[in-house]
C-alpha cells in the first residue's frame, strides 16, 4: 500500500527557516518524480515544488523560488522541503505528492499534510 | 502560467442527484487534465486523469470529459460519501495550476 507521511510542520516566525519531510512507502521511491502541494485553509491548492526521480530537474513556483529548496534522498526513501524566510502568506496545509513517472508529469498520490503557521 | 475557472463554487444536491462542475483552462490544456476529491483531514483522492480516464478503483459514477480549454465533471447519482471539494487541475505545463474548486454539500 502506497503511503506517504508528511512531518516537520509547525509555527514559525516570519523570517526564520522550516524543514518538511516526507516518509515514503509502498512504492520504489526512485522511480519516481515527486511534489510539494499547498492548501491555505478554507482556500484553493497551490503547486509549490516538484523534483524528477533523480534530482536532476527540480522546478519551483515564482512563490517560492529562493526561498525554498525541495530535495530527496532515494536511500532513505524521503522527500524534504526547505523553507527559508518564511512569509506569513506561506501559512498552509503542505501536502506530499507522488508522481506518476520518473519526470514531472502529473500528481498521483497524495499525503495527509502538514500544517505550517507562520505568524509573529 | 495556466490559469483555472471552475464553477459553481459551491452547490447543494440530494443523494442521488446527478451533479456537474465545469472547469476551463486560459489556454489550450488538450487534454492534460485531473480531477480530486478533497475532504477534512483526508489526503485528496485523484478520480481522474488525461480529462476522461477512470482512476483504479474510482466507482463509475464519476466521470470526465472534454479536451482543449473546456472540461466537465460528472457525478451520475451523487452517494453520501461525495459530499466534499472537488478540484480540477492541469498538467499541460509547469506550473501546474489548479481550479479554485467546487464544495459539494447535502441540500
Known amino acids: 500500500e502506497v503511503q506517504l507521511v508528511e512531518s516537520g510542520g509547525g509555527w514559525a516566525q516570519p523570517g526564520r527557516s522550516l524543514r518538511l519531510s516526507c516518509a515514503a512507502s509502498?512504492?520504489?521511491?526512485?522511480?519516481?518524480?515527486m511534489h510539494w502541494v499547498r492548501q491555505v485553509p478554507g482556500q484553493g491548492l497551490e503547486w509549490v515544488s516538484g523534483?524528477?526521480?533523480?534530482?536532476?530537474?527540480?522546478v519551483y513556483a515564482d512563490s517560492v523560488k529562493g526561498r525554498f529548496t525541495i530535495s530527496r534522498d532515494n536511500a532513505k526513501n524521503s522527500l524534504y522541503l526547505q523553507m527559508n524566510s518564511l512569509r506569513t502568506e506561506d501559512t498552509a496545509l503542505y501536502y506530499c505528492?507522488?508522481?506518476?513517472?520518473?519526470?514531472?508529469?502529473?500528481?498521483?498520490?497524495w499525503g495527509r499534510g502538514t500544517l505550517v503557521s507562520v505568524s509573529s | 502560467d495556466i490559469q483555472m475557472t471552475q464553477s459553481p463554487s459551491s452547490l447543494s444536491a440530494s443523494v442521488g442527484e446527478r451533479v456537474t462542475i465545469t472547469c476551463q483552462a486560459s489556454q489550450d490544456s488538450h487534454n492534460y487534465l485531473n480531477w480530486y476529491q478533497l475532504k477534512p483531514g483526508k489526503a485528496p483522492k485523484l478520480l481522474i486523469y488525461d480529462a476522461s480516464k477512470l482512476e483504479t478503483g474510482v466507482p463509475s459514477r464519476f466521470s470526465g470529459s472534454g479536451s482543449g480549454t473546456d472540461f466537465t465533471f460528472t457525478i451520475s447519482s451523487l452517494q453520501p460519501e461525495d459530499f466534499a471539494s472537488y478540484f480540477c487541475q492541469q498538467y499541460e505545463s509547469l506550473p501546474f495550476t489548479f481550479g479554485p474548486g467546487t464544495k459539494v454539500d447535502i441540500k
Open positions: 505528492v507522488k508522481d506518476i513517472g520518473l519526470e514531472l508529469r502529473y500528481l498521483d498520490f
Open positions: 509502498g512504492f520504489t521511491f526512485d522511480d519516481f518524480a
Open positions: 523534483i524528477s526521480w533523480n534530482s536532476g530537474s527540480t
